[in-house]
């Protein structure tokens, strides 16, 4: 850890966190590389399912019984927690979900739905997930929109000279990751949602790949709409949040009809929707997986997200230098502001063949198009190598994988 010294991130601490971190792939310790895809868990999170079922295990909002109301203040308080992870004004701001994925659903679904005619304009980037396109498509092609696209330059950064042309009267969102996952490129959202307002339109900031890696301050970026996935930051598999300014969220409908999101239920018309945020949250929650990623973001926070991110960049420097150095390598996405994401293709060697390879070495990366085709396409290639960084990842981790890198190459030339 020399190379890394000054830093105050303890990584041997952090690392005793997670079991996983001990098992052996193929016989050589495992190296986890594949953070943007999911994180890995640390203990204090696991321990949560265990001590959820164990003691208080029971629905919520609706029983007066002891455990119902052990379960829906530890579900309730991670409301908060978000809450505070995000800088949101208030906690009703804070709607659960699935993850980014439903959330940006739930707001084409609901805010789209209402708002959005034939002829709108819906502006994303080149650089989105799929998740922040095909629900767009969807609204597009059942309401007539127009979707409009932020070209990127050759580093994989947006061209706000073209956003600036692309944005008029007629947009009326603006829906953009803040970090990418493929690339790894760090959008400037507070100046993206400036723009969108001076026009009008509204702002949805998809964050599934800044969450883990910078500090979130929803107001002061001034978006409407936030979204991320608890388990690319510590958490588990089912469980992520959407922020969404409060007056927006009053005036959207419902997305799912069932219980909870109701007032009162009637045959005679007579039905009506719950407040905000529990309108948007119907049936039975992932009760224990919210209560989870809570307890991931207390992880986080302990630690900070600050310190986190320096760390991550470190990695990502270091990464940069070892793998500029392979012959035949080529990084792709190098904007001047990145998150820990490496993308690589590498001359006469397929993508696959590499992540196959260097899997049989204990190290996992990625490899295909990272639900990023428009992305790829545009850069001319089906699918890339990519290894992406966290919290527990050392610098002779990265030295290991460049090595075995190197050796792998050797093997599919
Ligand atoms: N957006 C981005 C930028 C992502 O990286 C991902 C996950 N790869 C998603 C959205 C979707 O997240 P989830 O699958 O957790 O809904």
């Given at each position: 850890?020399?190379?890394?010294?000054?830093?105050?991130?303890?990584?041997?601490?952090?690392?005793?966190?997670?079991?996983?971190?001990?098992?052996?792939?193929?016989?050589?310790?495992?190296?986890?590389?594949?953070?943007?895809?999911?994180?890995?868990?640390?203990?204090?999170?696991?321990?949560?399912?265990?001590?959820?079922?164990?003691?208080?295990?029971?629905?919520?909002?609706?029983?007066?019984?002891?455990?119902?109301?052990?379960?829906?203040?530890?579900?309730?308080?991670?409301?908060?927690?978000?809450?505070?992870?995000?800088?949101?004004?208030?906690?009703?701001?804070?709607?659960?979900?699935?993850?980014?994925?439903?959330?940006?659903?739930?707001?084409?679904?609901?805010?789209?739905?209402?708002?959005?005619?034939?002829?709108?304009?819906?502006?994303?980037?080149?650089?989105?997930?799929?998740?922040?396109?095909?629900?767009?498509?969807?609204?597009?092609?059942?309401?007539?929109?127009?979707?409009?696209?932020?070209?990127?330059?050759?580093?994989g950064a947006l061209d706000m000279a073209a956003y600036r042309e692309l944005i008029s009267e007629r947009t009326r969102l603006v829906a953009v990751n803040h970090v990418s996952n493929a690339?790894?490129?760090?959008?400037?959202?507070?100046?993206m949602a400036a723009?969108?307002?001076?026009?009008?339109?509204?702002?949805?900031?998809?964050?599934?790949?800044?969450?883990?890696?910078?500090?979130?301050?929803?107001?002061?970026?001034?978006?409407?709409?936030?979204?991320?996935?608890?388990?690319?930051?510590?958490g588990p598999t089912g469980a992520g949040a959407l922020y969404g300014r409060a007056e927006l969220l009053e005036a959207m409908p419902p997305w799912q009809g069932g219980g909870e999101m109701i007032k009162t239920v009637g045959f005679d018309g007579g039905t009506s929707f719950a407040d905000i945020p529990h309108r948007f949250e119907a049936g039975t929650p992932a009760i224990a997986e919210v209560i989870a990623m809570g307890k991931a973001l207390d992880w986080v926070s302990n630690i900070g997200i600050g310190l986190i991110g320096s760390w991550e960049q470190r990695l990502l420097a270091h990464a940069n230098d070892r793998l500029r150095t392979i012959d035949g390598l080529r990084i792709l996405g190098t904007a001047p502001k990145k998150a820990g994401v490496i993308s690589f293709v590498v001359d006469g060697a397929h993508s696959q063949d590499i992540g196959l390879l260097i899997d049989q070495l204990g190290v996992a990366i990625r490899t295909g198009h990272h639900c990023a085709q428009p992305l790829l396409k545009h850069?001319?290639?089906?699918?890339?190598?990519?290894?992406?960084?966290?919290?527990?990842?050392?610098?002779?981790?990265?030295?290991?994988f460049a090595d075995a890198l190197e050796r792998v190459i050797g093997m599919v030339r």
């Amino acid at each position: 850890m020399s190379a890394f010294s000054d830093l105050t991130l303890d990584v041997v601490k952090v690392r005793a966190d997670f079991p996983i971190l001990e098992r052996k792939v193929h016989g050589k310790p495992l190296i986890y590389l594949d953070n943007a895809a999911t994180s890995q868990t640390p203990r204090q999170v696991i321990d949560v399912f265990a001590d959820y079922y164990e003691r208080y295990n029971a629905n919520i909002h609706r029983g007066l019984h002891t455990l119902s109301d052990e379960a829906t203040a530890a579900y309730e308080a991670v409301r908060e927690t978000v809450a505070r992870f995000l800088n949101a004004n208030k906690r009703h701001e804070i709607i659960f979900t699935r993850g980014t994925t439903e959330a940006i659903n739930l707001v084409a679904n609901t805010w789209g739905r209402a708002n959005l005619k034939a002829g709108d304009e819906i502006i994303l980037s080149m650089l989105e997930h799929h998740s922040n396109i095909v629900p767009w498509q969807l609204l597009a092609q059942q309401l007539g929109l127009i979707i409009k696209v932020i070209p990127v330059d050759e580093h994989g950064a947006l061209d706000m000279a073209a956003y600036r042309e692309l944005i008029s009267e007629r947009t009326r969102l603006v829906a953009v990751n803040h970090v990418s996952n493929a690339f790894g490129t760090i959008n400037p959202i507070r100046d993206m949602a400036a723009i969108a307002h001076d026009h009008g339109a509204l702002i949805l900031v998809d964050g599934a790949q800044a969450a883990p890696h910078e500090p979130i301050d929803v107001q002061a970026l001034g978006v409407d709409f936030y979204a991320f996935s608890g388990h690319k930051v510590y958490g588990p598999t089912g469980a992520g949040a959407l922020y969404g300014r409060a007056e927006l969220l009053e005036a959207m409908p419902p997305w799912q009809g069932g219980g909870e999101m109701i007032k009162t239920v009637g045959f005679d018309g007579g039905t009506s929707f719950a407040d905000i945020p529990h309108r948007f949250e119907a049936g039975t929650p992932a009760i224990a997986e919210v209560i989870a990623m809570g307890k991931a973001l207390d992880w986080v926070s302990n630690i900070g997200i600050g310190l986190i991110g320096s760390w991550e960049q470190r990695l990502l420097a270091h990464a940069n230098d070892r793998l500029r150095t392979i012959d035949g390598l080529r990084i792709l996405g190098t904007a001047p502001k990145k998150a820990g994401v490496i993308s690589f293709v590498v001359d006469g060697a397929h993508s696959q063949d590499i992540g196959l390879l260097i899997d049989q070495l204990g190290v996992a990366i990625r490899t295909g198009h990272h639900c990023a085709q428009p992305l790829l396409k545009h850069f001319g290639v089906d699918a890339t190598c990519r290894a992406s960084f966290g919290a527990y990842n050392t610098p002779e981790e990265i030295d290991i994988f460049a090595d075995a890198l190197e050796r792998v190459i050797g093997m599919v030339r």
